[in-house]
């Protein structure tokens, strides 16, 4: 297990009493370096939407912990937010939770000439995923052919 993956696990870990207290849920936790600074950041949610004052009560309590606990080396930057509307799928609770829904999806390479497909999530399993089209036509995607897959949204 990479460090970036440890401090996530570990993240994670300390978060769920708190998420959980405040029946929250924790969509996703990462550690990433964006220029020179590193991020921690936790994506939380719950029914009808986070608001910034949830993200501030889970900030508040989990600062505590982290300078606690000082499992991180490096120095980096700790948020929590919303997930967004483009919330990417990556756990099994998203995909359940998004059958039926329209999603858009992003590949690594060309499939049939395009690398990116819109069409409702009609099955997923530890392999693929497969997408119905308005035609009614479906499409099986291998996962690891797959950059990204989030819920779409129209403006």
């Not at 994670?12 to 959980?20: A, N, Q, S, V, Y």
């Not at 029946?23 to 990433?32: G, I, P, S, T």
């Not at 999603?103 to 000439?113: D, F, G, S």
Request: overall charge negative.
């Amino acid at each position: 297990m990479s460090k970036r993956e440890e401090y996530e696990r570990k993240t994670e870990e300390l978060l769920i009493p708190i998420i959980e207290q405040y029946n929250f849920e924790l969509v996703d936790v990462e550690y990433v370096k964006e220029g020179s600074s590193w991020y921690l950041r936790a994506y939380i949610d719950k029914e009808g939407g986070i608001t910034v004052d949830d993200c501030e009560i889970v900030s508040r309590a989990m600062g505590e912990i982290l300078d606690k606990e000082d499992y991180i080396e490096d120095s980096y930057i700790f948020e929590v937010s919303s997930p967004g509307l483009g919330r990417p799928l990556k756990k099994e609770k998203d995909f359940a939770r998004s059958i039926g829904e329209l999603v858009e999806v992003r590949t690594y390479r060309p499939i049939n000439k395009q690398k990116e497909f819109e069409g409702y999530l009609k099955a997923y399993d530890e392999h693929s995923v497969t997408l119905e089209f308005e035609d009614k036509t479906e499409m099986i995607i291998a996962r690891t052919d797959i950059a990204l897959i989030r819920l779409a949204f129209d403006f």
